[in-house]
């Protein structure tokens, strides 16, 4: 190169990575909404029958161990609320067939997240959406070692709860449980309403046949769920005012609606002990 030869100007050219990550976006988007007609289009090809959901639904109320989880008893006021389970809903799914159902976040920040779960007849094009607020703490009964409260408050059991900031796993499992109960709800909605009485009078009955076998010996497996969440048999014995090995069958039904509704988390030990001590409940 001569010394009258400029050196060549390098320009900035725009950033590969940039244009990779809108081509891939855009791919994304194009295969999800041809997923979405796809799927509008086999529903219509295949559309449900509702007498074939109401007969597998109800042949499925009558299997004791599907019966047994598939309604909840929860404290609100002073009357328990029965409701359908998370695991019954996601049966009636099963059976209904030709459902999308979605969730994305669409906030996030340090203190909360919020989600939008949609459910989706992809027959009628009937959508159920619901946004849900999911605080990133949890309460405590106490702290672990160089951990930190936020705040504090006194239960009504007069012991203090810790408000923390919850780890990773524990707020995965708080979106969790409530992105399944909202699609629970939404699930529910889409369900004929006869379809859903005959189904709970023939769960009713199959429950109420299976615990009249042995009350006792469903008492002591039901005890054993109970202790897996730590909560012990002396602790259900003095809420239900005697053994485990003399319950009723009602009583035996009342304790796995109870564990149900803890287990979906739609309620406390706390708040069912304090209810039915309360005299809000009566025992059979």
């Not at 992809?122 to 106490?142: A, G, Q, W």
């Not at 006869?194 to 010996?217: K, M, Q, W």
């Not at 009583?251 to 069912?272: P, Y």
């Amino acid at each position: 190169m001569s010394n009258n030869q400029s050196a060549p100007v390098v320009q900035n050219q725009p950033a590969a990575p940039v244009a990779a990550i809108e081509t891939a976006s855009t791919a994304a988007a194009v295969q999800a909404r041809a997923q979405v007609e796809a799927r509008y289009l086999m529903a219509l090809q295949q559309p449900r029958s509702l007498m074939a959901v109401r007969a597998r639904l109800l042949d499925r109320c009558q299997s004791p161990k599907f019966a047994e989880t598939a309604r909840y008893s929860k404290p609100v006021g002073k009357k328990p609320i029965v409701g359908w389970s998370i695991r019954f809903a996601e049966e009636c799914a099963r059976q209904l067939g030709n459902l999308l159902i979605e969730s994305s976040v669409i906030f996030d920040d340090a203190e909360t997240r919020v989600i939008r779960v949609m459910v989706t007849d992809l027959e009628s094009n009937l959508s159920y959406p619901t946004e849900i607020s999911i605080s990133k703490t949890v309460e405590r009964s106490f702290l672990k070692d160089g951990q930190t409260a936020i705040k504090q408050r006194t239960n009504s059991q007069g012991k203090i709860t810790y408000l923390v900031e919850a780890t990773e796993d524990d707020f995965l499992n708080k979106q969790n449980a409530l992105v399944s109960k909202a699609i629970r709800n939404s699930v529910i909605r889409l369900v004929p309403g006869d379809c859903l009485e005959e189904a709970e009078e023939v769960i009713a009955e199959t429950v109420r046949n299976g615990d009249a076998e042995d009350p006792s010996r469903k008492a002591k497996k039901i005890a054993d769920a109970f202790y897996s969440y730590g909560i012990d048999p002396t602790q259900i014995e003095k809420v239900l005012g005697h053994s485990l090995t003399k319950v009723s069958a009602a009583e035996v039904t009342l304790m796995r609606s109870w564990f149900v509704a803890i287990k979906d988390g739609e309620a406390t030990w706390a708040e069912i002990v304090d209810q039915f001590t309360s005299g809000a409940e009566k025992k059979d």
